[in-house]
Each structure stands twice: as structure tokens, then as C-alpha cells.
């Protein structure tokens, strides 16, 4: 097998990462997704097209570990031949999840910006999968049907995300790659060198080591513990009495936050930047999630008249060959 670095004489070639040929020239120009390559190649060397048609990236983000869902998306992957093989704590920056989402942010609005830096600031877990053998589509591309759609009138019965209950478009709990070319870059931009080098050697053995058993058993704890109630009505009270009961409450800006509040229980959309920037002036002390939950609800998500430079594959991209390549090669 051709070893060469990913590059414009293999666009669409061995191993075949992706059916979008935007998503190659674009992956092919940006350090994440060469560095995440590279080091693929080195670790699963012949067998890397084979290894990484059968891998697959699922990350329940902070948002799903503190609802308690952890335990539902194990037992959904174990139903649909996944087995877990990598448990990798893991941290978001501001710069780590812009980068994350570079081909999104065309789409998005500053407050949902502001938002996701909020949402994300909190620990999430990174899964790495072993698909079971025979599936034609690659386990990124199965597990990418099967998740389901994160708005949540598209979403059909028995996907994952249908099954967790997310409350909104932002609170979607978990994140997959949707491609192999996915899974390299997302490896890429979010672990240091050391880390994925560990975490490609996890999908090479195929099994979850004794270290990675413990951070899932243990993460599998907390979620029985029980979870945070993530739905709107309660956080909009209890910030909304917190206002009224600082010792600011006399200020103006107490006054302006509580009509904003009450827009909200009214489920009116509010611009999100300076309600917070009002609040932080109040130095009130909020809990993080009650925040997180007002900010997904009651945000516009997008820019109007912007669109995703990257969308999904179509369905059944993957159920034939792409001309030129072999994804077993």
C-alpha cells in the first residue's frame, strides 16, 4: 500500500477517508488532519485502511456526563456491534472546539459562540470504537446514521439521540466523527502526539486496556449516581430569584435582566451576549448549568442566509465503492 502523506496525487485514493471530495481538499491543506494521518499510518501501517474502516469516534460531551447518560450510550453501542477499545478524559479550549467546528462556523451566531464556550468548558469523554466485522459502511458512517439528527424535529425513534432526550439543538450530549477523514483530523486537532499515538495503538489492539477500563467504570459510577435536570422552567426561576435577591436588586441592570428572564419563561428568544455580560456586572453567582441550559434555549442558533461550508454525505454515499479506491486496501 501506498504510504505517501495525504496530498493532492491521492486525493480520493488508498485508503478512502471520505466521499466528499470538499471535505478532501479541504482536510488535505489543514496540519490537523495531516499530523492525525500521518501518525495512522505509522501506527497501523498496511492494515491502516482496513483499521480505520472498522473505527469510530463518539464523544459524550459535557453536557451528556453531567445529565447521566453515559450508560445509556454504552449499552446502545454494545446493541449495534461497537466495543468501546479508548476512554480518554478530555477537556475542550475556546480554540480546540472553534477549530472543532471551522466548517460549521459559518452558520452559527456570536451568541451561540458564546454559548458553546460555556456549554463545553466542562470535562466530556472520548470513546474510540471497534465496528464488528461485515458491515459494509465504515463504523464512522454507521455510527454517524445511527446517532440521529441533533434538531430535534428530524430526529427518528431509535436513534441515539432520540433514545437520550437531548433538551435542544446545542444540548445534544454527544458528538461522532461522521467519516473516517473525520475521525483522523478530530484525532488531529484534540490530543497531543503522545495521546494519540496511545489512543491509535487502542484501535490497533482492538481492546479496551486496563487503564482505559477504569476511567469508563469509574465515569459509569457517577452517571448511576444520577443526573442533572437539564430542562428550562427550573433554571430560568432560580436565576431569575437570584437576581431579585442580590444585593444589587435596585440596580437597573437587576431590573433589565428580569424582564429578559421573564421573556424567556415565555420562551421568547433573547440575545444572549449582553444578558451575560449584565449578569457577570452583578457578580452574581450562578450555577454553570442553569446558564448552560438558558443560553441553548433560548439563543437563535444561526445566522440567517449562512450555510455549513461541509454537510454530511448523502445516505447511501458509502454503499458503493468511490471510483479508484478500496477502503480495504
Known amino acids: 500500500m501506498d504510504h505517501a502523506p495525504w496530498g493532492p496525487a491521492n ?31 505509522e501506527s497501523f501501517g498496511p492494515a491502516v485502511g482496513e483499521l480505520l ?64 464556550e460555556h456549554v463545553l468548558s466542562r470535562p466530556a469523554l472520548l470513546l474510540l470504537l471497534r465496528s464488528g466485522e461485515g458491515h459494509e459502511v465504515p463504523g464512522t458512517v454507521r455510527l454517524s446514521g445511527l446517532k440521529g439528527s441533533a434538531t430535534l424535529s428530524a430526529q427518528r425513534p431509535g436513534t441515539l439521540r432520540s433514545l437520550l432526550g437531548q433538551p435542544n439543538r446545542v444540548l445534544s450530549f454527544i458528538h461522532v466523527a461522521d467519516e473516517p477523514a473525520d475521525l483522523v483530523r478530530e484525532l488531529g486537532l484534540l490530543c497531543d502526539r503522545a495521546t494519540r499515538l496511545r489512543l491509535l495503538t487502542a484501535l490497533a489492539e482492538g481492546r479496551l486496556s486496563a487503564e482505559g477500563r477504569a476511567v469508563l467504570d469509574e465515569e459509569l459510577r457517577r452517571c448511576d449516581e444520577g443526573g442533572l435536570d437539564l430542562s428550562p422552567e427550573p433554571a430560568v426561576e432560580r436565576v431569575a430569584r437570584a437576581v431579585r435577591e442580590c444585593p444589587q436588586a435596585d440596580d437597573p441592570a437587576a431590573g433589565w435582566l428580569l424582564e429578559q428572564l421573564a421573556a424567556m419563561s415565555r420562551g421568547e428568544r433573547v440575545a444572549w451576549r449582553p444578558f451575560v455580560r449584565e449578569l457577570e456586572r452583578l457578580d452574581l453567582e450562578l450555577d454553570h448549568w442553569d446558564l448552560a441550559v438558558l443560553g441553548t434555549h433560548f439563543i437563535t442558533y444561526d445566522e440567517p442566509g449562512w450555510a455549513k461550508v461541509l454537510e454530511n454525505p448523502p445516505p447511501g454515499a458509502w454503499s458503493t465503492p468511490m471510483a479508484g479506491s478500496d477502503h480495504r486496501s
Do not use: C
Open 11 to 41: 486525493v480520493n485514493t488508498l485508503p478512502s477517508l471520505t466521499r466528499l471530495p470538499l471535505k478532501a481538499e479541504l482536510y488535505q491543506r489543514e496540519t490537523y488532519f495531516r499530523e492525525g494521518f500521518s501518525d495512522a499510518v
Open 53 to 116: 474502516h472498522r473505527s469510530a469516534l463518539l464523544m459524550v460531551k459535557p453536557d451528556g456526563l453531567v445529565a447521566a447518560k453515559l450508560r445509556t450510550v454504552v449499552e446502545y453501542l454494545g446493541e449495534h456491534d461497537f466495543e468501546i477499545v479508548a476512554a480518554q478524559p478530555m477537556s475542550f479550549t475556546p480554540h480546540s472546539w472553534r477549530e472543532l467546528w471551522r466548517y460549521q462556523l459559518t452558520s452559527a451566531t456570536l451568541d451561540r459562540l458564546k454559548v458553546n
